[in-house]
């Protein structure tokens, strides 16, 4: 169940939103009273719970707890007092001031402890000393400040006799929320809108139904995720998890922000989370190949993964982005697996020496095209160049080159730098053939120069779903719905494009 909290200035406000939500289907809302700027009328707002099929928390949260809370302590806990005589289903107390709040009547009592600095090393303790304040339920919200504070949150909860809800918070922290019913949580928290969120890392009620499809978690749940860092942007989780849901697979896709110096213990905690399968991204394309038990072929010459199955005993690395660029190239060409590849003797320009380029450039020799690099890092196009025994120029070189396929494999054009192309239009001409790995926009100013210029034109939509439905079929053994995935992307990206 999603607990969706409501954080609203005006009574009439919070009572539209709380029918909206119910109309929605929520069936528990926690009612914000610290952002009531007016005088409270707890009575008024909960008038309308006979009438509504929707449970209600009642929280008065103080400053030092993450709140609005401005009056004196004494009023605030005289609203919760409040609440508990008007028969409010459950009731948010501090493990600080439980004790001067007695039980009465039927209202539950939430026993709550925060922290916005870190998870404290003696969780376990802290737990065992709230359990002895008279809870239905325990609930405790600290700042995540690496990704193994999850592990400890989760675990600790599903290991407790007494109902928990155990939540990191902050974007380290977001999988703690979403994984909160495969742990044993009773319920977690939501907001109401994406751009309203009361605490760091909440997402929105209608992210955790639409894209986790949180009510369908629970303890066999297979996990599945993203690792990066930044990885707020990520897409990834729209399209496998609709593709989960279209295949009516047992499974969720979460976003694992994991810095560098984690990723050891992310990957030691990952059989614990009940994690089966990993999309690989910046930075740890490279640095995850320590981690793994074996590769596929491909990647001991690519060097870089960007997918990881868990097969028992197994962690095994592959790199979908190597075949989906080459069927993105020959089916433009006409010829997915016809040998010799239609890519052979072409003369491809790859621009970016990056973790997108590398594969790229492997496949394009491993096809016979002759290939370019021009980086605006010079030394790393060298680098590139001499892995795979192909040339690289000076990146103001670039449109002196000559070449019938060109590579944006940077960065260039991508959302919000939408009016930024990695070459002149005039560079292009007819008889190219342009690819562009940015998908968001999907429509860079390169694709549109390039069709402006009768160039024919495949744009990072076409890449980034090819490699998922690879990742999908290596995750689950099952074939994607490509078109359902594309759509999902799409609608994801939106009109004027959103961050990856």
Known sequence: M??????????????????????????????????????????????????????????CRRLEDGGKWTGSEEARQ?????????????????????????RF????????????????????????????????????????????????????????????????????????????????????????????TLAPGQLSFQQMNEIYRYEHIGPETQVYGVIADPVGHSLSPHVHN??????????????????????EQFMEDAPRLGIKGLSVTIPHKEAIAKFLTKVDPAVKSIAAVNTVVFDGSEVIGYNTDY?????????????????????KNQRALVLGAGGVARPIVYGLKSRGALVTIASRTKQRADRLAAAFDCKAIDWESRQRAQCDILINCTPIGMHPNVDESPVSKTFLKPSMLVFDTVYNPESTLLVKDARA???????????????????????????????LMRDVLKKAIGPIGIGR
């Open 2 to 59: 999603i607990c969706v909290a409501i954080g609203r200035s005006r009574h009439k406000h919070i009572l539209a939103e709380h029918r909206h939500l119910c109309e929605q289907g929520a069936k528990l809302v926690e009612l914000r009273l610290d952002y009531v700027t007016s005088k409270i009328n707890v009575r008024r707002l909960l008038a309308e719970q006979n009438d509504l099929d929707c449970q209600i928390i009642i929280t």
């Open 242 to 263: 609709a593709a989960f849901d279209a295949r009516e697979i047992n499974a969720v896709y979460c976003p694992f922000r994991v810095p560098s110096d984690d990723l």
């Open 78 to 102: 005289l609203v919760l007092r409040e609440a508990i005589a008007e028969g409010v289903d459950y009731v948010d107390i501090e493990e600080d001031i439980a004790g001067q709040i007695p």
């Open 323 to 343: 075949n989906s660029a080459m069927d993105c190239l020959e089916h433009a060409m006409g010829g997915i697996g016809v040998k010799p590849s239609p890519l």
């Open 105 to 196: 009547g039927k209202t539950k009592r939430i026993i709550s402890y925060h922290n916005f600095r870190k998870t404290p090393e003696n969780l376990r303790q802290l737990h065992e000393d709230m359990s002895k304040l008279d809870p239905d339920i325990i609930k405790i919200a600290t700042m995540a400040n690496d990704p193994h504070d999850n592990l400890r949150m989760l675990e600790m909860m599903s290991e407790s006799e007494i109902p928990t809800i155990g939540m990191c918070m902050g974007d380290v922290g977001t999988p703690s929320r979403i994984l909160a019913s495969k742990f044993k949580a009773p319920f977690t928290y939501a907001t109401f809108h994406h751009e309203r």
């Open 453 to 483: 210029r009768n160039a024919e034109a495949i744009t990072g939509v076409e890449m980034f779903v090819r490699q998922a439905r690879l990742q999908f079929y290596l995750f689950t053994k099952q074939e994607a719905p490509p078109n």
